[in-house]
């Protein structure tokens, strides 16, 4: 069983920036496939990041507006939210595809974007 943790929520006002990490329990976790996601109170989870094996192909959902980047440093993939909006508000998790297709969670890490 793989572990993923999410470290760097948080308290943070509109405008500022958010630095979120995704560790895994693998050293495996360098050819995974990894996804942030957010989960907004009261909705469904939806996909704000994606990054393929070693780093490459990282793509976005248009709403992100090129506030968010995802990238991969030191065996934990990184997501960081840039002019955050309180609309940003939400529970955000990491989650990794492995070479057989199986799909792991974080518990996810909050951001709450209020002044």
């Known amino acids: 069983q793989v572990h993923l943790v999410e470290s760097g929520g948080g308290l943070v006002q509109p405008g500022g920036s958010a630095r979120l990490s995704c560790e895994a329990s693998?050293?495996?976790?360098?050819?995974?496939?990894v996804t942030w996601h957010r989960q907004r109170a009261g909705e469904e989870r939806e996909l704000v990041a994606g990054?393929?094996?070693?780093?490459?192909g990282a793509r976005y959902p248009y709403f992100v507006e090129d506030r968010f980047v995802i990238f991969r440093h030191n065996d934990k993939v990184w997501l960081q939210i840039n002019s955050l909006r309180p609309t940003d508000t939400a529970m955000y998790y990491c989650?990794?595809?492995?070479?057989?297709?199986?799909?792991?969670w974080g518990k996810g890490t909050m951001v709450t974007v209020s002044s």
């Open positions: 990054l393929g094996i070693d780093g490459g």
């Open positions: 693998t050293a495996a976790f360098k050819n995974y496939r």
């Open positions: 989650s990794a595809v492995d070479a057989y297709g199986i799909q792991y």
